[in-house]
């Protein structure tokens, strides 16, 4: 009975636990805790994901994001604040410890409310650079809501993003409208693999600042696709950080809210779906793999034999040392994390997951292939003969790409040289058979030189007498 109820409360505290792989601890800081209803339905939508909310004005005293060294929350959502800064405890220098210690933040930014220092210090450090005036926002005269900005052209309309390149994770995609709202623009650092947009302005965008009463605009901060109005990085830790370009876009007014366009057409808004990719990818519930089982172990390669018949294992698992130029098969099982669940990593035609077997360079860089699926994994195996080079190297898969967690595994191995009693035997060598034969018929021509000389022999004549003088 004892175990039944272990098992009944291991089951509830499963259900308990949010869908985030890196924990259910949220926390939302919101200046004024009257503006809370304004995002309620986004709120609802995360508690129904299992997250524990906790809302704090930055200027609380009790605000902390670390205890003992440790950090107190797993996520930090930061909506735009009223005033000129956020508080001693959400410094930019935090803020980074923060990332550091493998949290994820999720900010949010507004027109409507002028982006303090501190937060541009932050973005400046991660290369994502916002507009030096800081009352700037995105318009565009050919794609906003005719309803609700007639006149100033501010609440923009886009389509859902597509992907960045065929082999990127699709994410963010759909057939719904966004509706965008006093958007703040943002522009990319060049330099930086770590950042990707998620959603772009139109080409007929631009940023300005509406308190310049002028009719022309002549030198923008960004226009186009320049402009980033979702912005992620994700560190080398593979901590996230998302820049959503306008907090009002989660609010309830715009969750399934009807907009029209140019062309009279009508439809509802897509943004609490799209709020749901965004969250869910900041906080760890998509594009996260995990590592399963990595083995390695000598083989044989089976002549005749197709696919993965043609490899037979010798020995056991994962041996510390080869010999040179040993057949080994490598195997690594690796799955993807979505919203709930595992599911098996499935890699892109145009893409590759591959094996380096390096020592201060890599000596081999193979493709490994899918050779067997489970219910939420897959294994990529290949076979290769090891270099003809002795030392420590190491089976390594490193794996990086846009909008997933970084993999970097590593097997070290001892590859030893060949025994004395492991060397083939000279005449198993064709490419000796000529010195063997050079020494075989020395010796039978000096066995048969000496004997034909012992064989003529000069005969000797018999003395006739003394000789007298």
Do not use: C
Not at 182 to 191: D, T
Not at 384 to 399: A, E, T
Not at 438 to 451: L, S
């Amino acid at each position: 009975m004892l175990w039944l109820l272990s098992l009944l409360f291991a089951a509830l505290l499963g259900l308990a636990q949010a869908l985030s792989s890196s924990g259910s601890r949220l926390l939302i800081v919101i200046e004024e805790a009257a503006e809370k209803e304004k995002y309620s339905k986004f709120w609802g939508d995360l508690e129904g994901r299992g997250y524990k909310l906790t809302f704090e004005s930055p200027k609380s005293e009790k605000l902390s994001l670390f205890q003992h060294g440790e950090r107190t929350f797993d996520h930090i959502l930061l909506l735009p604040p009223k005033s000129k800064g956020l508080g001693p405890a959400l410094t930019p220098n935090l803020l980074l410890q923060f990332i550091n210690k493998n949290g994820n933040i999720l900010l949010t930014l507004s027109a409507e409310s002028p982006t303090p220092t501190s937060i541009s210090s932050l973005l400046l450090e991660l290369d994502i650079h916002l507009p030096p005036d800081r009352n700037s926002r995105v318009v565009d005269h050919f794609s906003y809501d005719t309803l609700s900005s007639s006149d100033k052209h501010d609440v923009l309309l886009l389509p859902q993003p597509s992907t960045l390149r065929p082999d990127v994770r699709d994410f963010f995609v759909g057939d719904g409208t966004l509706a965008f709202p006093r958007a703040v623009a943002q522009e990319l650092g060049n330099n930086s693999p770590l950042l990707a947009p998620i959603l772009q302005a139109q080409s007929t965008a631009y940023s300005y600042n509406p308190k310049d009463e002028v009719e022309t605009v002549e030198d923008p901060f960004a226009v186009g696709d320049q402009i980033s109005l979702v912005s992620s990085m994700q560190a080398r830790n593979s901590a996230r950080f998302t820049v959503f370009g306008s907090a009002e876009a989660l609010e309830n007014t715009w969750f399934d809210a009807k907009v029209k366009d140019l062309d009279a057409n009508e439809s509802k808004t897509a943004n609490r779906e799209f709020a749901k990719q965004i969250s869910a990818w900041t906080f760890m519930e998509l594009g996260v793999l995990k590592v399963g089982r990595v083995e390695h172990h000598l083989s044989s390669i089976l002549e005749g034999a197709a696919g993965n018949d043609s490899v037979a294992q010798l020995g056991y698992l994962n041996p510390p040392i080869y010999r040179v130029k040993n057949d080994v098969t490598f195997n690594i099982e690796f799955s993807e994390y979505l919203y709930d669940h595992l599911v098996p990593l499935k890699i892109h035609p145009s893409d590759a997951l591959q094996l380096e077997f390096t020592m201060l360079s890599p000596f081999h860089r193979l493709d490994l292939q899918p050779i067997s699926q489970t219910l939420n994994s897959t294994i990529f195996s290949t076979t290769f003969k090891l270099p003809d080079q002795h030392g420590i190297f190491s089976f390594r898969v490193n794996y990086k790409r846009p909008l997933l967690t970084n993999v970097d595994v590593k097997r070290e191995v001892t590859v030893r040289h060949f025994a004395h009693d492991e060397w083939p035997r000279s005449w198993q060598i064709s490419a000796g058979w000529p010195w063997i034969a050079g020494i075989w018929i020395t010796i039978i021509g000096w066995v048969g030189f000496v004997g034909i000389w012992l064989w003529s022999e000069p005969a000797y004549e018999e003395s006739k007498g003394k000789k007298t003088q």
